[in-house]
């Protein structure tokens, strides 16, 4: 069974930068892939990036396109969502989710999810 556990977020101000975790503990296995969604109060989660495992390649959905990077570190199991010039939009509880997803922007498809960690963005 996979567990996850993200830390990394907090306040800070607009045009920050931020770097989220996902600490991944247990057995991967075959198409494992990880998300980051976001979700603001009341609305409904928003697909932020994606890595697939098997072949290392990353995924982005438009609130961090060419201002985020999802990433990974093999040797400590964790992945990573590097976030730039950050606006007062962008606050959201950040979750982070583990499945194998034939779709990686559909929050459905993944079956394991993190508490989440909050990221607010003053203006």
């Known amino acids: 069974q996979v567990t996850l556990v993200e830390s990394g977020g907090g306040l800070v101000q607009a045009g920050a930068s931020l770097r989220l975790s996902c600490a991944v503990s247990?057995?991967?296995?075959?198409?494992?892939?990880t998300g980051w969604f976001l979700q603001a109060p009341g609305k409904e989660r928003e697909f932020v990036a994606a890595?697939?495992?098997?072949?290392?390649?990353?995924f982005y959905g438009s609130p961090l396109i060419g201002r985020g990077d999802i990433f990974r570190d093999s040797t400590k199991n964790t992945v990573y969502l590097q976030m730039g010039s950050l606006k007062p939009e962008d606050t959201a509880l950040y979750y982070c989710?583990?499945?194998?997803?034939?779709?990686?922007?559909?929050?459905?498809?993944?079956?394991?999810w993190g508490q989440g960690t909050q990221v607010t963005v003053s203006s």
């Open positions: 989710a583990a499945g194998a997803p034939d779709r990686v922007t559909d929050p459905d498809e993944y079956s394991t």
């Open positions: 890595l697939r495992w098997n072949f290392n390649s990353p």
């Open positions: 247990g057995r991967t296995f075959e198409h494992f892939a």
